[in-house]
């Protein structure tokens, strides 16, 4: 294709004029890969032709860009994007009043409202399951405060029990001339699809600890290979012991001592709690290492962590009743050897069997059914939380 591209001046004026690229060569073309190439500049037999070099369209495709009027690109959409996104961002107009751009601003209210709801719910359509929704906002205009109809208007579509937060953007002030309080930031309003499938994301709403790009490209560079549970957790020792070699180095580079201080400060010292590993689905299901390359299951890291009940002085009489449904020092069976585990001297934070009157409250049976438990070699542990 490189010579009829070449051949085909008001392609090559766009370049010019977009990018500042002189496409005068098949070198050219070959080292600048990233050029978008116009196919309205082309007949369709080009197109056509073109088309056929893929086996798959999409899975060549790594993103969309649509020029559009925005209700009719979410319409348009809606067949081939439904229910796929992960993330949704928008900075819809702020209904203050102005018309200095291609939506009319100066909708108020319900107008205003009604244009929002409507792209708003295709928006919606298109999310995952585990999908969040941001949408920026402001109180600046004093005569119209919109805000909390923004606020209504979200949880209506998504639903309350999937309100994630109001998280405030400081802005500068410095030009501010506000007679009272200076309006001093923006809001941006966040929802999930399914709160709950959203937070079992280990990543989605937490800021990554030290290594933990190095331990994800560990992961990746394992993955092909489906190695034995034994095997990951062996290469996740090493790759921290050679950390801990590096870091003791620097340490003692600068003319510091290796003592407790310098130990606790080091960067890595958070991740490498995380030494465990087992398969799962990409929805979280559990998978055996022996069946993890048929079923194509992820690696998954994980730590163990403290399952007590937060606070001894809040237990209530029924936590301690071993008549109650909410009893907390249950002793849960070892699946290996049989035996009763111990409680923890609090108590576990969650009762034993589930609640049928409340399904979003968990169990230590559940959470067990799902491989969310981590028993000891043997009873005399006690069991602990997976923390991914």
Request: with cysteine; glycine share 4%; proline share 4%.
């Amino acid at each position: 294709f490189y010579e009829e591209i070449l051949n085909n001046e008001v392609q090559l004026a766009e370049w010019k004029r977009l990018y500042g690229v002189d496409a005068d060569s098949v070198e050219t073309l070959k080292e600048e890969k990233y050029l978008v190439l116009d196919t309205k500049f082309f007949d369709r037999e080009f197109k056509d032709r073109l088309l056929e070099t893929f086996d798959d369209l999409d899975e060549a495709i790594d993103g969309v860009l649509v020029k559009s009027e925005n209700f009719g690109a979410l319409n348009l959409m809606q067949e081939r994007y439904g229910e796929q996104v992960k993330c949704i961002y928008i900075d819809p107009p702020y209904n203050t009043g102005g018309n200095d751009f291609l939506y009319k601003d100066s909708y108020r209210n319900s107008s205003w409202m009604t244009m929002l709801h409507d792209r708003i719910t295709l928006l919606g359509r298109l999310m995952r399951q585990d999908g969040v929704f941001f949408s920026s906002i402001d109180d600046k205009d004093d005569e119209n405060r919109v805000s909390h109809r923004l606020m209504q208007l979200t949880e209506d579509i998504f639903g309350k029990k999937n309100y994630l937060d109001n998280l405030i953007w400081v802005k500068n002030t410095t030009h501010n001339d506000a007679k009272t309080f200076s309006h001093n930031h923006e809001y941006i309003l966040s929802f999930a699809k399914n709160r709950d499938q959203a937070a079992e994301e280990h990543t989605m709403f937490r800021q990554n600890k030290p290594g933990f790009s190095e331990v994800m490209e560990l992961v990746h560079r394992l993955q092909p290979h489906y190695p034995s549970i034994e095997e990951i957790e062996k290469s996740l020792r090493e790759l921290y012991r050679k950390k801990s070699e590096a870091y003791k180095e620097s340490v003692l580079a600068q003319g510091l001592e290796w003592n407790d201080e310098t130990k606790r400060n080091d960067p890595w010292k958070g991740i490498k709690q995380y030494k465990y590993a087992e398969y799962r689905l990409e929805d979280g299901t559990w998978v055996d290492e022996k069946e993890a390359k048929e079923k194509k299951a992820k690696i998954w890291i994980y730590r163990e962590s403290d399952p007590s009940w937060p606070n001894a002085s809040s237990l209530t009489a029924e936590h301690k009743d071993t008549n109650s449904d909410d009893y907390r020092f249950y002793h849960p069976i070892h699946p290996v050897t049989g035996r009763p585990c111990p409680a923890p001297k609090t108590g576990w934070r969650w009762r034993q069997h589930p609640n049928p009157n409340k399904s979003d409250t968990l169990s230590f049976e559940e959470l067990d059914k799902k491989h969310l438990i981590a028993y000891g070699k043997d009873e005399k542990k006690i069991p602990q939380i997976k923390r991914f």
